[in-house]
């Protein structure tokens, strides 16, 4: 079985080579590929120098779903390992550990939450948002293809994995963060930005993009490890 890695990256160019060291480090991958659409920071050529393979378009394909799209396409793996380009202390031990339950076939999607403190009992829950997941290529290629846009993609893919009621396992992948939009864009876009992708997701139930017994899975189908 191969897993490879696909990270999507606009303008990281600050954490991108420490994500892909960590991605490098993983015991379960076989290639690690960064995909940067329009980066004007350098993104690209950071990812190259630490390792990475890149798929590079200088015109941006718009929203992070497409360049997962194309991160996907550029390789032919069993499975994929997501993992975004702005995550902070990501090791190579955080993805061992998302990959495990996937490899020894205890879970057909395994996913790492940022470690929230003492919100993490509650955040553990919940269906899981965040993009550092492993899941096999078909689940991807499952997923609507008028749904891989924008960033709702993870709601897309857990939605995948609820129909088929298949074993999700999550953990917290202690001591990671990453940099939010309010470090990206300043306080006053950041909490802006931060609050529409919020109400989005709040909205994807609501405006049946998403069924609820989609949300319903998560509440009680989880396998919580770590
Ligand atoms: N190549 C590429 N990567 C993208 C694009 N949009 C987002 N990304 C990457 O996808 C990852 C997650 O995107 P973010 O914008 O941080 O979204 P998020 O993590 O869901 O939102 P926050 O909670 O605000 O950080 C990061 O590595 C981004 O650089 C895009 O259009 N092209
Ligand atoms: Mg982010």
Known sequence: MTIDVVIPARNEATTVA???????????????VVVDDGSTDGTAERALAAGAKVV?????TGSKANAMELGVAS?????????DADVVGLT???????????????A???VGWFDY??????????????GERVVPRWVWDSVHPGKRTGYSIEIMINEVIAEGRLPTTVRIMPGVT???????????KGYRETWRMFWHLIGLPVRGVVRWRTCWFYLRGLTVEG
């Open 108 to 110: 057909a999607m395994s």
């Open 178 to 188: 990453h940099r939010t939009k309010r470090h990206k864009l300043g306080a006053r």
């Open 56 to 60: 590079r378009r200088e015109t941006p």
């Open 117 to 130: 403190g003492m919100l993490n009992p509650l955040v553990r829950r919940l269906p899981p948002t965040s």
């Open 75 to 83: 390789t032919d793996s069993d499975a994929i390992l997501f993992c």
């Open 18 to 32: 420490d994500v892909v060291a960590a991605a490098l480090g993983c015991r379960f991958a076989r290639e690690v």
């Open 92 to 106: 190579a031990t955080h993805l061992d550990d998302i990959c495990r339950p996937y490899v020894e076939g205890r």
